[in-house]
């Protein structure tokens, strides 16, 4: 059942961690000017001459773009970190690049320091990266498996609500004037600071006291913490289960993890759904300006028109209605982008058809709506379950890298491919997103209700088998001497 304490401990880490990423993304839209205005004045008192507007430009450009290197440089610490400090006690030790960075962006102006804005959204950066790989991983493991999708879901959301929030923020009327756009930077600090007051009364992930701390007593009181009144015997027998199997394994680096050949589907899946949620094009759909500021023909092709499929053994398509974290239908329908075939004729009809532009508007709030509730959030909750737990810090750092790398990639080239193709540069990143999904519809086994010791065998089946058909329902679970066993472990294979 979902308790309070998991709520609370779900909306608690997305609120001071996940939403300053979707916070920082926006943030700069808005004081744009007012920024390189500042940027400008400062260089003038400095040198006694103005900034040429091509400097102007790339300094504001890098400006922005560093944001996305620090989240390389976060999401390469994740594995350091989780296995030192532990899930919660990275997310409450990461607090302190927050404040820092919140200082140096809110003095910059005072002191006059453009480098102070650039570092700050460096530090900030970092500490995305950090927040986007250990927020999933550690909500996914203290879940029961039956509400691994739904807790799961709620960082992605408050991405959005960063977002929203960001851009709401920034009206003229709010912190949009010019002496404010410091402190509308350095508001990361208030849903930090509540974090940081509140986050540390919560238990740490009870997998992670058990498996790699070896306390069975703390793993205990974390679950009766998270769980109350349900009965943890089971889930108990299962990480043990899980710990038995890696008595002689240490937690693994990067380059263990892709040289190793049973889990090279796992990693295969986790770069081809992290790389993909970025090659979507949903980066190319939000950031498109037109003239005047207005988005124009941002939907062209319904690229991330998102989750719709008919799932395997009689699943219906996902919708809001049973989303309540993908539990309705389950991770992989979600996963799919529904590619609309509907909406490719938008970019024939575009230039010729004039009330086609306000039909491309309302599709591109759906996109990113859609987007957001499900593909956005699955494929940092994926990782966490296809991986046990000795490869799972080693897995996130190449899932991390590999998404603030294709972040970055599309920000650098989108505007040299638009130039080239204009609104037809959609059609690459359908192309794209028609091969993930066709990846993860024959490749990627649903793992819906199912224990990471489950998920593990099920690839360890799809590659023994070579790619045999073997429904994901065949690998139950069954008591042995208090351990978790295979109900099928006696198959033989060729």
Not at 414 to 423: E, Y
């Amino acid at each position: 059942h979902l308790t309070t304490s998991l709520l609370g401990v779900a909306v608690l880490t997305s609120f001071g961690s996940s939403m300053l990423y979707g916070f920082n993304l926006a943030v700069v839209n808005s004081p744009a000017e007012d920024i390189k205005n500042f940027y400008n004045e400062t260089w003038f008192l400095r040198y006694g001459h103005p900034m040429t507007p091509s400097t102007l430009t790339v300094l504001y450009s890098f400006t922005v773009s560093i944001f996305a290197i620090g989240g390389l440089v976060g999401s390469l610490l994740v594995g350091m970190l989780v296995s030192r400090f532990g899930r919660k006690g990275t997310l409450v030790n990461s607090t302190v690049l927050v404040f820092l960075a919140g200082v140096l962006m809110g003095f910059s102006k005072v002191i006059n320091s453009l480098e102070m804005v650039i570092i700050g959204r460096f530090i900030t950066g970092i500490h995305s990266g950090i927040a986007l790989s250990v927020v999933p991983m550690y909500l996914g493991e203290i879940a029961p498996k039956n509400l691994r999708g739904f807790l799961g879901l709620v960082p992605s959301i408050f991405i959005c609500l960063g977002v929203f929030i960001a851009q709401f923020l920034g009206l003229h009327e709010i912190l949009g004037k010019e002496e404010h756009w410091p402190l509308f930077l350095s508001l990361v600090v208030i849903p930090t600071f509540i974090q940081l007051l509140l986050l540390p009364w919560f238990p740490e992930s009870p997998r992670y006291l058990l498996i790699e701390k070896r306390n069975i007593h703390a793993t205990i009181s974390a679950l009766k913490w998270y769980r109350q009144k349900c009965n943890i015997q089971a889930e108990v027998e299962e990480m043990q289960e899980e710990q038995r199997s890696l008595s002689s394994m240490e937690t693994i680096s990067v380059y263990e993890l892709l040289r190793s050949h049973p889990v090279r589907w796992q990693v295969v899946s986790v770069i081809v759904i992290n790389v993909g949620m970025q090659l979507s094009g949903i980066d190319a759909v939000s950031r498109r300006r037109g003239r005047g500021g207005e988005r124009e023909r941002v939907l062209i092709s319904g690229i991330d028109a998102v989750s719709r499929r008919r799932g395997r053994g009689g699943r219906g398509s996902p919708n809001l209605r049973n989303r309540c974290g993908e539990e309705g239908e389950g991770r992989e329908g979600v996963l799919i982008s529904g590619i609309a075939p509907s909406f490719y004729p938008l970019c024939f009809f575009q230039s010729v058809v004039p009330w086609m532009r306000y039909v491309s508007v309302v599709c591109v709030v759906g996109i990113i709506a859609g987007f957001c509730i499900g593909p956005a959030g699955v494929p940092f909750l994926m990782t966490a379950e296809l991986f046990k737990q000795s490869h799972r810090p080693a897995a996130y750092i190449v899932g991390g890298s590999l998404n603030w790398l294709s972040n970055f990639t599309v920000g650098f080239v989108f505007p040299f491919l638009q130039m080239s193709a204009g609104a037809f540069c959609y059609l690459v990143f359908g192309g794209i997103s028609i091969i993930v999904a066709i990846y993860v519809y024959f490749v990627i086994p649903e793992t819906k209700n199912k224990t990471f010791m489950e998920i593990s065998q099920m690839f360890v089946f799809r590659d023994r088998c070579r790619f045999a058909k073997i429904s994901s329902n065949d690998v139950k679970m069954k008591k042995y001497n208090g351990y978790g066993a295979l109900e099928n472990s006696s198959l033989e294979f060729d």
